[in-house]
């Protein structure tokens, strides 16, 4: 009989011992079993984190453990998991998100059954620590299924043209196929100095690999009250309001959505014609975001 395909899972971490451990066994509570979870600790100055994996790691052989000698920054370690991954298939887990234990066996799914699917996700909740809804968002099912098209210029259409709110930012936590993630092109993306680095990086995914959708929800977001959004502000280290932060804020969704021509531009069955219409689609909104920069 044939093995059946490894699956990895990358969880980089920080110094969140509490939520850690909740993340690590909801992994580990999978019901497909033939798992690699890439554990990589960012230097968290709290011990508990690292007695915590090394117990983990002392009874799942499955784990593979690695310290980062100094902080490399939360972009460096996730690119880190993933240079790490030994799987044909990959998904990074967040260390204070949950799966239901269907997650990965449900998600592999549509992924062995198409070759030419690159990504598969599903629908979820958003939750505080308690367990409480931080609001009830509606179903992101709904919301994705605008990215399920044959060609990727209608999947990059609909993906640049969505609004952030509707949650697109978090289909980065799906299931990849492990060959459609070019590391190179993930530390790019990474490091990018526009905004919602994390979008993009999925639309480039998307404009060469077609999309699959689970509809039942079989993830929780985890969010603490005073987190940040998604996409980091890159003017969050000017005066909020003055006039500096509003150019550096314009600059980099500027940039956002000059990497999205650029991705459309890329697209496999992308041409002059289809770039140009997608220009003349994404301009009121590119118009009415600067607006609001400035005002």
């Not at 799987?87 to 887990?93: P, R, S």
């Not at 299931?175 to 905004?195: G, T």
């Not at 404009?207 to 699959?212: A, L, V």
Request: include cysteine.
């Amino acid at each position: 009989m044939d093995q059946p395909p490894l699956v990895t899972v990358g969880m980089p971490t920080y110094n969140r011992p509490a939520s850690l451990q909740r993340s690590l066994d909801s992994i580990r509570a999978q019901t497909y079993r033939h798992l690699e979870i890439v554990v990589s600790d960012n230097a968290s100055p709290d011990p508990r984190v690292g007695r915590l994996i090394s117990t983990a790691y002392s009874e799942d052989q499955r784990i593979r453990y690695f310290c980062q000698q100094r902080n490399i920054g939360p972009a460096d370690n996730f690119a880190f998991v993933l240079s790490q991954a030994r799987g044909a298939f990959f998904m990074w887990a967040a260390d204070d998100d949950e799966w239901h234990p269907t997650f990965v066996e449900k998600l592999l799914e549509p992924l062995l059954c198409h070759s030419k699917s690159g990504l598969s996700f599903c629908d979820f909740d958003v939750r505080y620590p308690d367990g409480s809804l931080c609001r009830d968002y509606g179903s992101f099912y709904h919301a994705y299924r605008e990215f399920l098209h044959d060609d990727g210029v209608n999947r990059v259409t609909h993906y640049a043209l969505q609004q952030p709110e509707r949650g697109k930012a978090n289909l980065i936590y799906g299931l990849f196929r492990r060959e459609a993630l070019i590391d190179a092109s993930v530390i790019k993306f990474f490091h990018s100095k526009a905004w919602g680095a994390d979008m993009l990086f999925v639309c480039d995914v998307l404009s060469r690999w077609s999309f699959s959708l689970v509809e039942e929800k079989l993830y929780t977001v985890g969010i603490h009250p005073q987190a940040p959004a998604l996409a980091a502000d890159d003017a969050g280290t000017l005066p909020y309001g003055s006039k500096s932060h509003r150019l550096q804020l314009m600059a980099s969704h500027l940039h956002y959505f000059l990497v999205y021509l650029r991705i459309m531009s890329k697209a496999p069955d992308s041409s002059p014609l289809s770039s140009l219409l997608f220009f003349f689609r994404l301009l009121p909104l590119i118009i009415r975001w600067l607006r609001l920069d400035l005002a």
